[in-house]
């Protein structure tokens, strides 16, 4: 970092009232102020942190983010950059892995800054610099902090600057988060070095970008579906010099219809959180940026690297000065590269006259019928047809245990529907037969980041880490348990009811009104068996409201009505058969491990929930204490089946009681629902026990 600070001291010392960042509420940061709150900052740091500390960097992106992110890479220490509304759970897997020394939130950062009245910007740094934590995706391997080094930043800084992407005369309009490798290069490193300003928006809107050019931005870093939506919007006049998409494939039709709308060059940019900035492509194919050497090898060869021809599809790996350190949090780092080299992740190509392209990932290559289909290319035959916005393809397992293709597709316009029948017809004139998709399904919209990036799906998330052999597979665990519970369903209450006392009643209807269930009020009671909680809820709400009881066993819901649950429905939580916002709360009481993804379980239910509505989640989680465990253990597998037995009278119990020991015994933990919650989508997710075992979940929509 030692260039860009003597950039940044240098233009405070030419220019000190120029703007540099202009906040998304319209604040405005000038050189003198950046820097003055930089150095009083960093002097703070220094009294609370010693050299070479881990500090977390929490404010929003903008100029605070500058002042917090080089205060405290200039007071010796490394700056881990987190978004300022990051989840409970990376918050609590950076204090579980991490621990850092200080977490600089907005509040903090104006207490640094008081002193800096009666500081001096022109006051030098008393300790070496420190360097960046960046949050690594994981698509190479499990998600990483890595350290680029002070020097690892100057120079990918360097490379942006030489390639002319940005100028000291420029303005930089960005919807990138500062926080995100992309965003952290592009609205804050090499704008730093360069001189140029930055304009920052928050989450990418079409208004906000036309409000952006408009106003006289020269430098446009987007990702492709943004680029692609700008592209449509006529905007009169505008002084881009040029645009930058990073994140995904870009597709050539968007270049075109880009450069076409703008008359300036669409440069897509290829890198990792790990290297920094790859190559840069302006059509042709990508070129290397200075400093940086790529190698395209077999990708099935781990523990070496052997190369493959030229035009030969292989792996890339990369070598740069830009390179991480370390992996913060582990004893391994360099290591995990071979030769100095970085292995991606990514499948590539480098043509006969040296362009470099990205054809796929390697993890996302698929098998069906023992041929590989790569999605990015079934995914660019599919958004050739002129009604399609966006595709996905993804692999599907069928019945029989062979893979399929499927692909999931955003129309250009909504109202102007597609026959899927005739889009299958449409690829199958672009790809080989064995690529074209199986099933073709239609969504109104694609979930996106903050930048407008859309978002592939979650990968799934098992509430259950282990079954039995005879039910790793779905529909023969589906079938098995269909008949458990139908088979037991008329002792079923008895038997949980003798195993709790006698007190399940009273907790689950506390749980509800906790949740806030009030009088008129809607739920919906996903895997609801023989009615309990629904008939609760029926109680709170009143002949004004409604509740629904759903279940995937007839025989469980034929209890239900026999007990007084007015409303039931058979079905499954993974596909809810209800208009979207049709609910005000859904509780979900001790059925997850009857679904096999929890990400597509929860995003079904925020779906159905109105704004503003609630989530109420009850499950029972093994002890983990050294004398609790296997007490706890021996109850559920042994005791319990055997009073739920004795209590229901029906021998039928017995296994439905032992296979919920089993799937308690080797459900996730607490954090890995709360993390599943909040990737849905929910806010405010919470979580609280009782008796150590009886856990309770609750998350809102959004507003």
Known sequence: MNLVFAALAQQCAMEPDRVRVTDPDGRQWTNRELLTAIVAAAQAIELRCAPGSLV?????????????????????????????????????????????????????????????????????????????????????GMSRFVRRSPGALDCVAIGLVDAQLYQHADTVG???????????????????????????????????????????????????????????????????????????????????????????????????????????????????????????????????????????????????????????????????????????????????????????????????????????DVEAAIEEHPDVAVAIVEPVLVADGLTRVAARVELVAPTRPLDATALRAFVAERVPAHAVPRTIAFVAQFPRSASGKVLRAAPAQPPVVARPAQLRDRASREQWTQALFNNSAAGYDRSSGALMGGLGRAYRRRMLQAAGLRPGMSLLDVGSGTGVCALLAQEIVGAAGRVVALDPSAGMLSVARARGVRETVLGCAEQLPFPSASFDCVSMGYMLRHIEDMHTVFSEVLRVLRPGGRIVLLEVTSARGAITAPLFRFTMRHVAPTVGVLASGR?????????????????????????????????????????????????VSRP
């Open 56 to 140: 977390a960097v929490t404010v929003p992106s903008g100029g605070a983010f500058w002042v917090a992110s080089l205060a405290t890479m200039r007071a010796g220490c490394d700056a881990l950059l987190m978004a300022s509304a990051a989840p409970r759970a990376m918050i609590d897997r950076v204090a579980r892995e991490l621990a850092p020394t200080l977490i600089i939130d907005s509040a903090t950062l104006a207490e640094l800054v008081l002193p800096s009245a009666s500081g001096t910007a022109n006051a030098e740094p008393s300790r070496p610099y420190g360097g960046l934590v960046l949050l690594s995706s994981g698509t190479t």
């Open 174 to 376: 960005s919807f990138l988060p500062m926080h995100h490798a992309y965003g952290c290069e592009h609205a804050f490193l090499a704008p730093l070095l360069s001189g140029a300003s930055v304009r920052q928006h928050g989450s990418f809107t079409i208004e906000g970008a036309q409000q952006l050019i408009s106003t006289g931005v020269t430098v446009l870093p987007l990702v492709p579906a943004a680029a692609a939506a700008i592209a449509e919007v006529a905007i009169p006049s505008h002084a881009l010099r040029c645009a930058i998409v990073a994140g995904s494939p870009l597709r050539a039709s968007v270049r075109a219809r880009f450069q076409a709308a703008f008359g300036i060059p669409l440069i897509d940019l290829y890198g990792a959180s790990e290297v920094g900035t790859i190559w840069l492509g302006r059509g042709a194919g990508g070129v290397a940026i200075p400093g940086v050497e790529i190698r395209i090898v077999d990708p099935l060869c781990r523990d070496r690297m052997v190369d493959v021809a030229d035009g030969v599809v292989g792996e890339l790996a990369v070598r740069s000065g830009a390179t991480f350190d370390c992996i913060v949090g582990h004893s391994h780092g360099q290591e995990i590269l071979q030769d100095g080299y970085f292995r991606t992740g990514d499948i590539g190509v480098r043509s006969a006259d040296g362009f470099l392209h990205i054809t796929g990932r390697v993890k996302l290559v698929f098998d069906v019928g023992g041929l590989k289909v790569n999605p990015y």
């Open 651 to 699: 021998i039928s119990t017995f296994p439905m009681m032992r296979y919920w020991a089993d799937t308690i015994e080797d459900a996730v933990r607490p954090a890995v629902i709360i993390s599943a919650l909040e990737s849905a989508g929910f806010l405010g997710v919470r979580h609280a026990t009782e008796l150590g075992v009886m856990s309770y979940y609750r998350g």
